[in-house]
């Protein structure tokens, strides 16, 4: 890797401090009538959290945990890019770049950079190490201010990724990885610079067309339930709809008007995003800690609206081959699949893994390494990080050697 200055984090004490006054002086709705959470994040929670942000959290405390490793920031085209590292250590590590999500933030890799960066030290074999990259995608955390390109989308950051690992950083080959909106970063790097790539592992199948179209917010295509669906099926239909179909909605139509309020309301992007972390995990995934350290990346950066709006520019500038060969993604291809994101009708890995080969989507990708397992929300190296690893680490293993 070539030469650059390290830029440890450090948020100013006055954005900290500006933080916790508007938290104090939060204007609270009654919330009557919402024990049940039907209306979305309860006021109770919500006031705990917030309170527990103004007065005991200890950012600096996250902070240092996260300058435990090398952090940078470069100009990549003219788009700010921070990204953490940590170096490989083994015979020869295979560089990888890992590409979060919405509402994720870079620190959702945390628990995975170790294991794939140092494997023998977690009982794994050296010859599995990564040379370990994990950027803010531009416009969210501290890939900030996106001043310059506000038509900033999952195609175009996959096009700022390749000129990061190839020319700001100086690798001739690289892996690639993610989730959510990362997993079609990953997916566009496996389609147009596949001859550059020892390969991708993604969290999920998703077509690259998946925001183009005039209903692109709306994953059902505006059709209606069928009728006479088994009860289990369509209960998992409404189910996935109450979790999935605001935030697409919102975000793919309104983003800067949604941006205007939750910029200037702490408490406001809190809840917003809480309601996410917490209806798509499996369990209790996250501590207060933990959703307010993500909280606070996103606050100090000042990258709610460029973070949202990332799903509008998604549709509005529609996705386009860059070739026409198949697979459309010719990079060999892992996949991991958690059981809270089962469709509806698949109960079992089993079943899950033959749902995917028998969709449309299969055709889509090089596939060389599928996995499902029973639990895991959507936030899968946080929810299941060992899972995760092995996973990834099985997807890229011997294909130094192949290419």
């Known amino acids: ?31 009557v009538g919402n024990d049940d959470g039907f209306y979305g994040v309860r006021r109770t929670d919500l006031q705990e959290l917030v309170e527990y942000w103004a007065d005991g959290f200890d950012w600096r405390r996250a902070e ?66 990564f040379d370990v990259i994990v950027p803010s995608l531009p416009g969210f955390g501290f890939s900030t201010p996106l001043t310059n390109q506000p038509d900033m989308n999952f195609w175009k950051m996959a096009d700022v990724w390749h000129e990061l690992m190839t020319e700001v950083l100086g690798y001739e080959r690289y892996a690639a990885g993610g989730c959510d909106v990362g997993a079609l970063v990953t997916g566009q790097l496996g389609h147009k610079y596949a001859d550059e790539l020892y390969g991708i592992h993604i969290g999920s199948g998703l077509k690259l067309t998946f925001f183009n179209g005039d209903r692109a917010w709306d994953f059902s295509g505006g059709n209606p339930i069928p009728p006479d669906l088994p009860p289990i099926v369509h209960n998992r239909i409404v189910e996935l709809d109450r979790r999935f179909a605001a935030h697409l909605a919102t975000h793919v139509l309104d983003p800067s008007t949604l941006g205007f309020g939750l910029a200037d309301s702490p408490a406001g992007l809190l809840a917003w995003m809480l309601e996410r972390w917490t209806s798509w995990s499996d369990g209790d995934a996250f501590t207060k800690d933990d959703v307010l350290t993500h909280a606070t990346i996103y606050w100090a950066g000042n990258a709610i609206d460029t973070s949202i709006r990332t799903y509008a520019n998604n549709n509005r500038y529609p996705w386009t081959p860059s070739h026409d060969r198949q697979p459309v993604i010719e990079a060999p291809t892992g996949i991991t699949f ?56 099985r997807t890229f293993r011997n294909r130094s050697a192949e290419t």
């Open 338 to 393: 958690v059981g809270y994101e089962n469709p509806p009708g698949v109960t079992t890995p089993e079943q899950r893994i033959q749902h995917f080969l028998s969709s449309d989507r299969a055709s889509w990708y090089n596939h060389v390494n599928l996995t499902a397992h029973p639990t895991g929300g959507h936030f899968i190296p946080w929810e299941r990080p060992t899972e995760w690893t092995d996973d990834l680490r």
């Open 1 to 31: 890797m070539k030469n650059l200055k390290q830029t440890p984090i450090h948020v100013p004490d006055e954005v900290l401090e500006d933080l916790r006054r508007r938290l104090t002086l939060t204007k609270w709705p009654l919330d």
């Open 64 to 129: 240092r945990a996260m300058n435990e490793y090398e952090q940078y920031r470069v100009d990549v085209g003219g788009v700010p890019v921070h990204f953490m590292r940590k170096a490989g250590v083994g015979p020869d590590p295979i560089p990888l770049i890992l590409s979060h999500g919405w509402p994720w933030t870079f620190w959702h890799w945390s628990k995975v950079i170790d294991p794939l960066a140092d494997p023998a030290s977690y009982g794994g074999d050296p010859a599995d190490a």
